[in-house]
């Protein structure tokens, strides 16, 4: 499996980005699908994740109400709508998936396979 991220950039705070990521590969084996964030001198977070198929996405506390994960129909992509952008939101966003995880570990970035090379999202005016 083959995760290509895109659709990062600079905005200002209050704007908006959406992230794109692009699955390669058996689908299959990319069932459930998490966005994870790295600022500069932090760890990587988990933002969003949708748990296998028929599940509603999961989002951390800090995006919710302003992040919106969705899959298209043919699984290929997974998107990120980001909205009122704040500075904190700045980092590297990856997507990542992973065919055997579970559920309880939805949001640790050390159960995940497989992972995309990252797209810069900058927040500033």
């Known amino acids: 499996v083959t995760l290509v991220e895109s659709g990062g950039g600079l905005v200002p705070p209050g704007g908006s980005l959406r992230l794109s990521c692009k699955i390669s590969g058996p689908t299959s084996r990319a069932d459930t699908v998490a966005w994870f964030r790295q600022a500069p001198g932090n760890e990587r977070e988990f933002v969003a994740g949708?748990?296998?198929?028929?599940?509603?996405?999961y989002y951390a506390d800090s995006v919710k109400g302003r992040f919106i994960m969705s899959r298209d129909n043919a699984g290929n992509t997974v998107y990120l709508e980001m909205s009122n952008l704040k500075a904190e939101d700045t980092g590297v966003y990856y997507c990542?998936?992973?065919?055997?995880?579970?559920?309880?570990?939805?949001?640790?970035?050390?159960?995940?396979?497989?992972w995309g090379q990252g797209t810069q999202v900058t927040v500033s005016s």
């Open positions: 949708l748990f296998r198929r028929g599940y509603n996405p």
């Open positions: 990542a998936s992973d065919p055997r995880l579970v559920l309880s570990s939805l949001r640790l970035p050390s159960q995940y396979d497989y």
